[in-house]
């Protein structure tokens, strides 16, 4: 079975870390890029735990930087998720890998590589989508050039840093308008089916058991944010960002329907909201994304700790 060539765009970020260390190691996918850009922590230092993650992952992927900032608004972070470092602080105790930085912009890598794959390309965006959309905006011909985007971002029903918006979302509102009118095939993992695909306790402890070193850094990144997600109701870990690489190679564990969305850039109350056409009665007119509303959790979990045991 042929590999599906993958570039994931992040702001890693504790669940991004995940969603590296099992994509890279997914036998159904060939992870050829990674970009990084602002949002759960500055640009700076989301493009150093990238390095950093590549590193102990072992294998030699491009990594490109993209935004520092949103592209017309503050940077609002998610520290008080993922630590001052986006790593739980553990960051300092994970060395830097020596690799040059590629000068090559995020916006233009994703480009590059998406005419490389000749439409074969899938885009993952787990993070705020300004380089998804400079890339957009940049390169008019993109969205004819892609097989499909997935993202971890929005929510047809509720938020997590509003009670109307999901943080990527929030960060960077006209940059997920400009992503969900690009015409593209959207795969939208939300919280609708991301806050119900928890890594539980017990399933964390059995990849602390495991010995390999990639093993031992998933479990240090899952227990330096498993008490966020515990003090606000979940059962455990919200697997947010690994979502999106997992749909990839096993979409048979989510279930979704296709809807219209579109993004509040103007509201204040509702800044970020993706405001999602599922269960009216007048219809938008139009299904721009595939959006998922449900997991197989139990099936989620099996997954991530067979891949994570395979390292
Ligand atoms: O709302 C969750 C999303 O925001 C995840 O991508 C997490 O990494 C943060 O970026
Ligand atoms: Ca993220």
């Known amino acids: 079975m042929s590999k599906i060539p993958v570039f994931i765009d992040c702001d890693p970020g504790a669940d991004d ?63 008080n998720v993922h630590g001052e470092d986006g790593m739980g602080g ?36 787990v993070g705020p989508m300004t380089n998804v959309a400079i890339a957009l905006a940049k390169y008019k011909e993109l969205p004819s050039l892609l097989k499909k985007i997935v ?42 089916a991301t806050e119900k695909a928890v890594l539980l306790p017990e399933d964390i402890e059995k990849i602390g058991a495991m010995t390999s070193n990639q093993a031992k850094f998933a479990y240090a990144i899952l227990k330096n944010t498993m008490d966020f997600y515990i003090a606000h109701g979940h059962a455990g870990n919200c697997m947010h960002d690994p979502c999106a690489v997992l749909y990839i190679a096993y979409p048979e564990i989510f279930t979704g329907k296709p809807a219209g969305i579109c993004v509040e850039t103007k509201a ?17 007119g139009f299904e721009n994304a595939y959006v998922m509303t449900d997991v197989d959790r139990d099936a ?3 997954k991530i700790i067979e891949i994570i045991g395979n390292y």
Request: with cysteine; aromatic share 8%.
């Open 17 to 79: 870390i995940l969603a590296l260390l099992l994509a890279c190691n997914m036998p159904q996918l060939d992870v050829v890029g990674i970009s990084t850009l602002c949002g759960n922590v500055e640009g700076d230092k989301t493009f150093i735990n990238a390095k950093k993650t590549v590193g102990v992952i072992g294998k030699d992927i491009p990594i490109y930087r993209g935004a520092d900032s949103p592209m017309f608004r503050e940077l609002i972070t998610g520290k």
């Open 151 to 192: 993202i971890m971002g929005g929510s047809a029903a509720y938020g997590n840093v509003t009670p109307s918006a999901e943080f990527n979302i929030y960060v960077d509102p006209e940059a997920a308008q400009i992503l969900f009118k690009c015409g593209a095939p959207i795969y939208m993992l939300g919280l609708d």
């Open 90 to 125: 553990i960051a300092s105790e994970i060395p830097t890998p020596n690799i040059n930085d590629n000068s090559e912009k995020a916006w233009d890598a994703i480009y590059r590589e998406a005419k490389a794959h000749n439409g074969e390309l899938v885009l993952v965006a």
């Open 300 to 302: 989620l979990a099996e």
């Open 268 to 284: 204040s109350i509702t800044r970020g909201k993706t405001v999602c056409d599922m269960y009216t009665d007048i219809k938008f």
